[in-house]
């Protein structure tokens, strides 16, 4: 059994991608900065695994057998459905959590199901502007949802809502340029592109800037690249990185974003919430390249979002042309006036307090199902330990 009360024990479901994951554990270490038990609900794909493996210690770890919907593979999808409720519901039977907080993606469902089975609050937060399959299904049946962006409270079925933002570990804030670079042995006197696809990367990318690169390089001799591939793209660029010019860094993962992030002129990315969030919190110019097959095209309408008010350079995978990847890239990289309207309309997107006004709504919920609990809502002094320069809520759409 669980050493803490039930009502000081939180679990949050926040598997299946990098998306989910990593503002999940932001979320977590919120919390245990309070003294609340924390428990990480997540998949047992391999990019949860990495993302979790500095962290073992600091949380309790489940991994539920669940799998996204798919129509051709449902006969899967309920065994792995059923499976997964089934340990879900062990798991709460044993260690009773006060709140449930489901994070997005398929390993929310079963936990929010359970959690609502045991009686306990329910929680769901979205980081899109276009909610997923799962949190549009799960939204009425919970006591409340969040969003990073205001544009999804529209389509989601349910009374009790605010906007957050979304969270991202304490890291990302406040590593200056020049140690970021000291730390991973690049050059901060020259500028660095970043070039990542998210947790699991994207091939899409991938194939574009390897042909971009050479014109890239030609304008920008003293330019270094870090691309990360992928776990399953890196052995195909692995030799051919070897061709690139420039100093560059070729990695299929890394745990430690917020430093090369940080070290970097400027990216080029995909447009998940996620990684959003976290140039923003940065203030890393970017080329924003969405994943045209996301579900509901839900990449595009979040890029356009940061495009909309000068926090981005946005481009169709489509138009995505090395030629076009250079014109966008090269004057990013070369003219500092460029860069810093973008950051500033960055730091207006920033919302570093997302992980504590997530973490104050979930415990108040827990005091609402459960009056009388003595969760602690705040930090000592009314500030979180674990996110600088806390603000207000961006909007309250109910008490």
């Known amino acids: 059994m669980s050493s803490h ?12 991608t990098g998306g989910h994951l990593f503002p999940g554990l932001a979320v977590g270490l919120e919390l245990r ?8 609900l997540i998949s047992p794909k391999e990019v949860d695994q990495s993302a979790v493996a500095a962290v073992r210690d600091q949380f309790r770890l489940v991994v539920l057998p669940a799998m996204g919907f ?5 006969a899967a999808y309920l065994r792995s459905f059923l499976r997964s409720w089934t340990e879900a519901r062990r798991f709460f039977k044993a260690h009773p959590p006060g709140a449930v907080l489901g994070m997005g993606g398929f390993t929310s469902v079963t936990p929010i199901l359970a959690g609502r089975r045991a009686g306990v609050a329910t929680l769901l937060h979205e980081s899109n502007t276009i909610p997923g399959r799962a949190n549009r299904w799960l939204a009425p049946w919970v ?7 205001s544009e999804a409270l529209p389509r989601l079925r349910q009374k009790r809502m605010s906007v957050t933002g979304t969270p991202v570990r304490p890291g990302f804030f406040g590593l200056q340029r020049e140690e970021a670079c000291q730390r991973v042995g690049l050059d901060s006197d020259s500028p660095v592109l970043l070039v990542m696809g998210g947790s699991q990367g994207a091939a899409g990318i991938n194939r574009r800037m390897a ?5 890239i390089l030609r304008q920008l001799p003293d330019c270094q690249w870090v691309h990360l591939t992928g776990t399953r793209d890196f052995p195909t660029y692995e030799t051919l990185a070897q061709s690139w010019p420039g100093r560059g860094r070729l990695l299929a993962f890394s745990s430690e974003m917020e430093v090369w992030m940080s070290a970097a002129t400027a990216a080029v990315t995909r447009a998940g919430a996620s990684s959003l969030a976290e140039l923003s919190a940065v203030q890393l110019p970017s080329v924003l390249i969405p994943y045209p097959s996301a579900t509901d095209d839900h990449q595009m309408s ?6 909309s008010d000068g926090a981005a350079l946005l481009l169709a995978e489509s138009e995505a042309t090395p030629e076009r ?6 004057p990013l990289l070369r003219e500092a006036p460029r860069r810093q309207a973008l950051r500033e309309a960055l730091a207006r997107r920033a919302a570093p307090a997302a992980a504590v006004r997530i973490a104050d709504r ?7 199902r459960f009056p009388g609990s003595m969760v602690r809502r705040t930090t000592v002094g009314g500030e979180s330990a674990t996110s600088p320069n806390p603000r207000p809520h961006l909007r309250e759409v109910c008490p």
């Open 5 to 16: 009360p039930p009502h000081q024990h939180v679990a949050i479901a926040c598997g299946g």
């Open 302 to 307: 979040n890029g356009k979002a940061f495009a």
């Open 70 to 74: 798919q129509v051709r593979r449902s």
């Open 143 to 149: 006591d409340e949802c969040m969003a990073g962006f």
């Open 325 to 330: 990847l250079a014109q966008l890239l090269v």
């Open 33 to 40: 900065a309070r003294g609340i038990e924390v428990s990480l």
């Open 211 to 215: 042909v971009a690169y050479p014109e």
């Open 362 to 368: 979930v415990l108040a919920a827990v005091e609402r």
